[in-house]
């Protein structure tokens, strides 16, 4: 017919290898994929199988339309957060629980529509083979990188649980955290993975080379050496688990928890330089409660060390923080409130709306923490002491902060009793032991309940005490001197990584289709 428009064919060896599967292949690749990404977390932790769950995922947006990709990637996203942090759901129920979970899941089909379309358009603009197998790969990855940067952030300072390359901390790719920090991390875990699916799928190159050129990719990578971390003395450190009635509903009266932690230090321990007492371990301010001032008094007296102990305060004001500050034999020295208290934890945004969809849950939640300004490095017993609590551990400007600031050591203070039972304890220590390899430092993760460790600055365990179990640690703790790159230079790493994935993305796009 005259005037009729005819598609353009392309030759068959120009076409886009990544084909978009059908609907009954990709939809289980989806499941399994994010199943297997929930078992690379505590528990049980299997890091290893992380690489395949990301490579199910991959596979299974390649290609596809957005739509398509979308649910596919919300399914995923389901099948990964409803196990991943079903911790959420311990003591308040399913509701926070699975509404965090759908939030988190439709974030994570938010990159899977990105990733699908990089799979769609990318190729069309990069036919050469080599720019398939190494450049698409590192476009996909950034994208990657970049939905967990955006899922960190947002809403209300977003949730950075459940990165890739949390999932690592027991991995052969550990040391790069201190080069590139978490999110890097992430970034290179999938690359590699996408290399891989890349080789799998691209026409034209022989197995033998296939295998040959992700063997060295892989050998390549686990080449970089680990970071030389410098350190000058030790500081040695008792860090008490009190294993008192810390929860939210364990209707403790007051002072209980406080009396748990003097029980539990042990004020024999020789030469000790500092001790170390949980997130809210000392209940209230003792510059407002004598009672309190004069247990703290007697701790310090009896180990012959300052104290850092977590408690809430209050200004004259009236506003709340959650705060860590030392104590010593002359009373309050230093402290720290926490910057950025959890939302719907710590305090309830927009609550005259929450309040309306989830009343008896919200109300659950009477008082609300303020935001501080104070640094989060304290000086004590002769060093400086970088100070995270609680959720701070997952927080990536927090621990920038830390580094910039001079810490010798780190001091995780937490409160887990709230998550008695579940997986969020051990899911948080190895944020804490990612954290110490990026910075270069010590870290003593010490809980109310468990899991406490002191972690050296490549990630290896110094000392642990068992959870649920009223005790304490004594040990020598390196102090790290030197700046690993991560703490330099992540966050800018972060955003190139994320900005260029999607710069090429659009880039790639066709804007304008041609017809003949």
Known sequence: MRGAVHPVRLPADERSPFRALPLRQAFPLSVIGGL?????????????????????????????????????????????????????????GPVPWFALALLEAALFALGSVAIALAYRWVPRVVRARAGRVWGLPAVVAALWTGREWFSGSWPYGGFSWGRVGLSQSQGPFTHLAAYVGVLGLSFVVVYCVAVVVSLGLVRGVRLPVRVATAGLLVAAVLAVPAWPTAVRGSVRIEAVQGNGPAGYFDRAQPGDVLRSQVAAT???????????????????????????????????????????????????????????????????????????????????????????????????????????????????????????????????????????????????????????????????????????????????????????????????????????????????????????????????????????????????????????
């Open 266 to 516: 042990d004020v024999g321990a020789r030469d000790v330089d500092l001790v170390v007492w949980p997130e809210a371990a000392a209940e209230y301010d003792p510059r407002r409660e004598p009672v309190i001032a004069s247990a703290l008094d007697a701790v310090v007296r009896s180990v012959g060390a300052p104290l850092i102990a977590g408690a809430v305060t209050q200004t004259s004001t009236g506003v709340l923080h959650n705060t860590s500050f030392v104590w010593d034999a002359d009373g309050w020295q230093a402290s720290y409130d926490k910057k950025r208290p959890v939302p719907f934890g710590e305090y309830v945004p927009d609550r005259w709306f929450y309040s309306k969809l989830a009343p008896s849950l919200i109300g659950l939640l009477q008082r609300d923490y303020t935001p501080g300004t104070k640094p989060n490095v304290l000086p004590v017993a002769g060093i400086r002491a970088g100070v995270m609590i609680c959720f701070d551990v997952v927080d990536d400007g927090l621990t920038a902060d830390l580094a910039r600031g001079g810490a010798d050591v780190i001091l995780a203070q937490t409160n887990n009793a709230d998550f008695d039972g579940t997986d969020e304890n051990l899911q948080q220590l190895e944020i804490a032991r990612m954290r110490a390899v990026e910075t270069g430092r010590s870290l003593v993760n010490i809980s109310t309940v468990g899991a406490s460790q002191m972690i050296d600055p490549s990630g290896r365990t110094i000392d642990r005490v068992p959870a649920y179990t009223a005790t304490s640690m004594v040990a020598d703790v390196p102090l790290g001197t030197s700046t690993t790159p991560a703490t330099v230079a992540s966050g800018s790493i972060t955003l190139v990584l994320a900005l260029g994935g999607l710069l090429v993305l659009l880039a790639c796009a066709p804007w304008s289709r041609r017809r003949r």
């Open 36 to 92: 297997l990404f929930a078992l690379s977390f505590p528990a049980p932790g299997w890091w290893f199988l992380a690489y395949p769950a990301v490579a199910c995922l991959l596979v299974a947006a390649a290609g596809q339309r957005a739509r398509r990709a979308s649910w596919l990637g919300f399914v995923a996203g389901v099948a990964f957060w409803v196990p991943a942090i079903s911790w959420a759901g311990r003591y308040l």
